[in-house]
């Protein structure tokens, strides 16, 4: 709202209060660049932060860590998402996604259903077998443990949002509230799992190029505490799984929505499915499946549209020793004094028809080859940018538009009675969910199948 109002229309900066701090929301795409690419060493810390003594494994992750150790982190697992381990994944991902295109021909040939339950369950799967190495079956049982455990990460109540709020806007008194950013029993099912997983690795020498053989290595190697190194990993492997889980999730029940909503966009992208599927024999390569422009187009316009984090957060100061005030000439007659929060409003940049002609509709040719030149990279966050981006932003990629091409192959989506006619997101959340579920209805036409 405040990135919308008019009276900031032209402003690159605009002061705001998270909760009592003043604080920046920063508005302007060079300026943007610059908090993000070209002086990241001045903004490479994140304001928001659970409490290291109290809640050590959200703290002292990739995602909540400090300059140090989000480098360090981010050093060792960068090469789990490199492009050769990604087409080593993609057989697993694509695989889970079978799964989902068998659930659904079980249905019945119409049949209405609440998606973003089932693509939750599906993520949690894909995240199982490629980060932490072993098979669950939550597409068709709701109730195995890891999707109960997982799905407690991005449920939102009144209590968590305070928590999470405090978390985000008054770190500093994380500690003396006791606020934690998960849940124990959560925590502990995690825990326990991966110290299984690891153990049983370990003593079958079975290696899958994932998350547990990254681990192996690096306590092969450690010249630490071993409950300590276990900690850390603990904390890295709860914050891929939460990433991993819903993001990709809500992008891909956002997607069947605008697809049920413009079913001419949806009959384009079937027939470029439908192509692959011919010009494979049924069989989709790692090749195949990356040549599928429209596909990405599709993922990209929902992303542009519903990104799962619609704000990112920075603070002043550099990593070690202090920061002199950081001038924000020309832009405005101000300077930024150490410890100040920065806030970029990813939604308000997604939404900016300078930017984006149009902003409300669903316009996937705005990311065909022809088109992409044009794009303001930093008028399009949805992974963030720099450094500090997501790191597994590949991988969460593949295994939304896996989990679509398997969903749409033989099923065309459509709205029914249930479905949402005017989207209320849920403000308890801080990733983007919407209130209610959603709900479409499924015609089975057996399009693949029929090749």
Same mark, same amino acid.
């Given at each position: 709202?405040?990135?919308?109002?008019?009276?900031?229309?032209?402003?690159?900066? *605009?002061?705001?209060?998270?909760?009592?701090?003043?604080?920046?929301?920063?508005?302007?795409?060079? %300026?943007?660049?610059?908090?993000?690419?070209?002086?990241?060493?001045?903004?490479?810390?994140?304001?928001?932060?659970?409490? /290291?003594?109290?809640? =050590?494994?959200?703290?002292?992750?990739?995602?909540?860590?400090?300059?140090?150790?989000?480098?360090?982190?981010?050093?060792?697992?960068? /090469?789990?998402?490199?492009?050769?381990?990604?087409?080593?994944?993609?057989?697993?991902?694509?695989?889970?996604?079978?799964?989902?295109?068998?659930?659904?021909?079980?249905?019945?040939? *119409?049949?209405?259903?609440?998606?973003?339950?089932?693509?939750?369950?599906?993520?949690?799967d894909v995240i199982a077998t490629t980060?932490?190495?072993? @098979? @669950?079956?939550?597409?068709?049982?709701?109730?195995?443990?890891?999707?109960?455990?997982?799905?407690?990460?991005?449920?939102?109540?009144?209590?968590?949002?305070?928590?999470?709020?405090?978390? $985000?806007?008054? /770190?500093?008194? *994380?500690?003396?509230?006791?606020?934690?950013?998960?849940?124990?029993?959560?925590?502990?099912?995690?825990?326990?799992?991966?110290?299984?997983?690891?153990?049983?690795?370990?003593?079958?020498?079975?290696?899958?190029?994932?998350?547990?053989?990254?681990?192996?290595?690096?306590?092969?190697?450690?010249?630490?505490?071993?409950?300590?190194?276990?900690?850390?990993?603990? @904390?890295?492997?709860?914050?891929?799984?939460?990433?991993?889980?819903?993001? @990709?999730?809500?992008?891909?029940?956002?997607?069947?929505?605008?697809?049920?909503?413009?079913?001419?966009?949806?009959?384009?992208?079937?027939?470029?499915? %439908?192509?692959?599927?011919?010009?494979?024999? &049924?069989?989709?390569?790692?090749?195949?499946?990356?040549?599928?422009?429209?596909?990405d187009m599709v993922a990209n316009e929902?992303?542009?549209?519903?990104?799962?984090?619609?704000?990112?957060?920075?603070?002043?100061?550099?990593?070690? &020793?202090?920061?002199?005030?950081?001038?924000?000439? =020309?832009?405005?007659?101000?300077?930024?004094?150490? &410890?100040?929060?920065?806030?970029?409003?990813? $939604?308000?940049?997604?939404?900016?028809?300078?930017?984006?002609?149009?902003?409300?509709?669903?316009?996937?040719?705005?990311?065909? /080859?022809?088109?992409?030149?044009?794009?303001?990279?930093?008028?399009?966050?949805? $992974?963030?940018?720099?450094?500090?981006?997501?790191?597994?932003?590949?991988? &969460?990629?593949?295994?939304?538009?896996?989990?679509?091409?398997?969903?749409?192959?033989?099923?065309?989506?459509?709205?029914?009675?249930?479905?949402?006619?005017?989207?209320?997101?849920?403000?308890?959340?801080?990733?983007?969910?919407?209130?209610?579920?959603?709900? %479409?209805?499924?015609?089975?036409?057996?399009?693949?199948?029929?090749?």
């Amino acid at each position: 709202e405040i990135y919308d109002d008019p009276k900031f229309h032209n402003e690159s900066v *605009v002061g705001v209060y998270g909760l009592y701090k003043p604080s920046l929301l920063i508005r302007d795409p060079e %300026l943007i660049k610059a908090i993000l690419i070209k002086d990241f060493d001045k903004f490479c810390n994140r304001y928001s932060k659970p409490d /290291p003594h109290t809640e =050590p494994i959200a703290a002292n992750n990739i995602f909540f860590g400090d300059y140090k150790l989000w480098k360090e982190m981010r050093s060792k697992f960068s /090469p789990m998402f490199s492009g050769g381990k990604l087409r080593a994944m993609y057989p697993l991902v694509m695989g889970v996604a079978e799964n989902i295109g068998d659930h659904l021909m079980k249905q019945g040939h *119409v049949f209405s259903m609440e998606v973003k339950g089932l693509c939750a369950r599906y993520t949690t799967d894909v995240i199982a077998t490629t980060i932490f190495g072993f @098979s @669950s079956n939550s597409i068709e049982n709701p109730q195995e443990e890891i999707y109960i455990q997982t799905r407690k990460i991005a449920t939102f109540d009144l209590g968590r949002a305070v928590r999470i709020a405090i978390i $985000f806007f008054a /770190p500093k008194m *994380v500690r003396l509230f006791g606020v934690k950013f998960f849940e124990k029993n959560c925590i502990d099912f995690f825990r326990n799992s991966l110290r299984y997983i690891i153990k049983e690795r370990e003593e079958s020498g079975r290696t899958r190029n994932d998350f547990i053989d990254i681990v192996i290595k690096l306590k092969e190697e450690m010249n630490e505490d071993p409950r300590s190194f276990m900690e850390l990993m603990h @904390s890295q492997a709860i914050v891929f799984l939460a990433a991993g889980y819903e993001t @990709s999730a809500t992008t891909i029940s956002f997607a069947l929505f605008e697809l049920a909503r413009h079913p001419e966009i949806q009959d384009k992208l079937r027939k470029e499915i %439908l192509q692959a599927f011919k010009g494979s024999k &049924g069989k989709l390569s790692y090749e195949d499946f990356n040549a599928m422009e429209y596909l990405d187009m599709v993922a990209n316009e929902t992303l542009r549209m519903y990104p799962v984090i619609p704000i990112l957060e920075r603070k002043y100061g550099k990593a070690e &020793g202090n920061s002199a005030p950081y001038s924000l000439m =020309p832009y405005c007659d101000y300077a930024i004094p150490e &410890g100040m929060p920065i806030y970029i409003s990813v $939604f308000g940049l997604h939404y900016d028809a300078k930017y984006w002609p149009n902003p409300k509709q669903f316009q996937p040719d705005r990311f065909s /080859p022809e088109n992409k030149g044009f794009i303001n990279p930093m008028a399009y966050l949805p $992974f963030g940018n720099g450094p500090h981006n997501c790191v597994g932003s590949r991988l &969460g990629q593949m295994q939304t538009k896996c989990g679509l091409i398997q969903i749409l192959k033989n099923h065309r989506v459509r709205a029914c009675d249930r479905t949402t006619q005017q989207l209320d997101f849920d403000p308890k959340a801080f990733v983007l969910q919407l209130k209610g579920g959603m709900h %479409l209805e499924f015609v089975r036409d057996d399009m693949c199948d029929n090749i």
